[in-house]
C-alpha cells in the first residue's frame, strides 16, 4: 500500500517509518525536518501551506499523520493551536479531495486527561475505570484543545465522505525503546494519575498502523485509545484503585481488573494487541 506517513522525523514517526516498510508498504514521509537515519528519505514539506499538502499525498493510498507541534508551550498558545488546527485542515481536505479514504490521526491522551495535582479539591480523575476511546473530552490546554478540534474535524470528513475511513489514536505519553534505564525510572514515576498511569512504546505505535493498513474497517469515524495494559509505575492495579480511583466508577469489578485500559474494541477491530507492556 502506498503511505504517506507526516511527521516522520519525530519520535514516533520515526518507529512508525521502519514498521511500516518493513510491512512491505511504500511509504512517503514527510517533515519538516530532514534525518537519515530512517529506510525512505524524507520529503521536507511545510502543512501549514496547502500547496504542500497536496504535495505530500500525491499518489497516497492511506494517510498516517503524526505531524503536530508535540506539546504547549508557555506564550505559544495561540500558535499551537492556530497552526495544528490549520495544517490538519491542509491535510485532510486534501485527502478527501484526493480519493484518500483511509486516515489516521495522532491526537492524545491529553484530549480527556485534564491535568491538575492529586489531592486538589478540584482534581479531575477519569469518569470511568478502564479507560476507552469513548472517554468525553476534556482538553486542559491548548494542544489538547487542538486535538480535540481536530478529532471533530474528522468526523466531519467522515460523515461528508461516506466512504472514507478516519481513525483518531488518543495516544499516552510514549516510550522509546532506547531508553536508559534512568529515564525509564524517572518515566515510570511519573505519576499520571488523571490518564490512568498508562503508556505506549513507540514500537508498539509503529505495528498498530501496521495493523491499521491491513483491517478492513468499515467507513465512518471511530476514537481508539491505545496503552499497554499495565501501568507505567508497575503497582497491583487493586493497589492504584483503592489509593487514587475509590470514587471513580467501574465497568467491571474491581477484582476481575487486570489493566486500566479496555483493549477489546481495538484489538477485535485490528488484531492489535501491546507487547510491550511493562516501563523496565
Not at 529506510?39 to 514539506?45: I, Q
Not at 496547502?50 to 499518489?59: F, H, I, K, Q, S
Request: hydrophobic share 40%.
Amino acid at each position: 500500500m502506498n503511505v504517506t506517513l507526516t511527521g516522520a522525523a519525530g519520535r514516533v514517526g520515526s518507529a512508525v517509518c521502519r514498521h511500516l516498510v518493513t510491512a512491505g508498504h511504500t511509504v512517503k514521509a514527510v517533515d519538516r525536518t530532514y534525518r537519515k537515519d530512517l529506510p525512505v528519505a524524507v520529503k521536507l514539506l511545510d502543512l501549514l501551506r496547502r500547496e504542500d499538502a497536496y504535495e505530500a499525498l500525491e499518489g497516497a493510498e492511506f494517510l498516517v499523520h503524526l505531524a503536530n507541534h508535540p506539546v504547549s508551550q508557555p506564550r505559544e498558545s495561540q500558535r499551537i493551536l492556530n497552526e495544528n488546527v490549520a495544517m490538519n485542515m491542509n491535510v485532510f481536505q486534501a485527502a478527501a479531495e484526493m480519493g484518500i479514504r483511509r486516515i489516521v490521526f495522532a491526537s492524545s491522551v491529553q484530549a480527556f486527561a485534564h491535568s491538575q495535582p492529586l489531592r486538589q479539591p478540584n482534581c479531575t480523575l477519569p469518569p470511568y475505570l478502564p479507560l476507552d476511546g469513548y472517554v468525553p473530552d476534556n482538553p486542559g490546554n491548548p494542544y489538547a484543545l487542538s486535538k480535540v478540534l481536530t478529532e471533530r474535524m474528522l468526523q466531519y470528513f467522515a460523515a461528508e465522505y461516506a466512504d472514507m475511513s478516519c481513525v483518531a489514536l488518543r495516544l499516552p505519553h510514549m516510550l522509546s525503546a532506547d531508553w536508559s534505564p534512568a529515564q525509564r525510572t524517572q518515566f515510570a514515576n511519573r505519576g499520571a494519575v488523571h490518564e490512568g498511569f498508562t503508556f505506549l512504546d513507540t514500537n508498539d505505535a509503529g505495528a498498530l498502523m501496521v495493523a491499521l493498513a491491513a483491517a478492513k474497517l468499515e467507513s465512518g469515524y471511530r476514537c481508539y485509545f491505545p496503552a499497554a495494559r499495565l501501568p507505567a509505575n508497575g503497582r497491583p492495579i487493586a493497589d492504584l484503585l483503592r489509593e487514587f480511583y475509590p470514587q471513580v466508577p467501574l465497568r467491571k469489578p474491581a477484582d476481575r481488573m487486570d489493566s486500566l485500559v479496555d483493549l477489546s474494541e481495538l484489538e477485535r477491530d485490528t488484531g492489535w494487541a501491546p507487547a510491550i507492556n511493562t516501563v523496565g
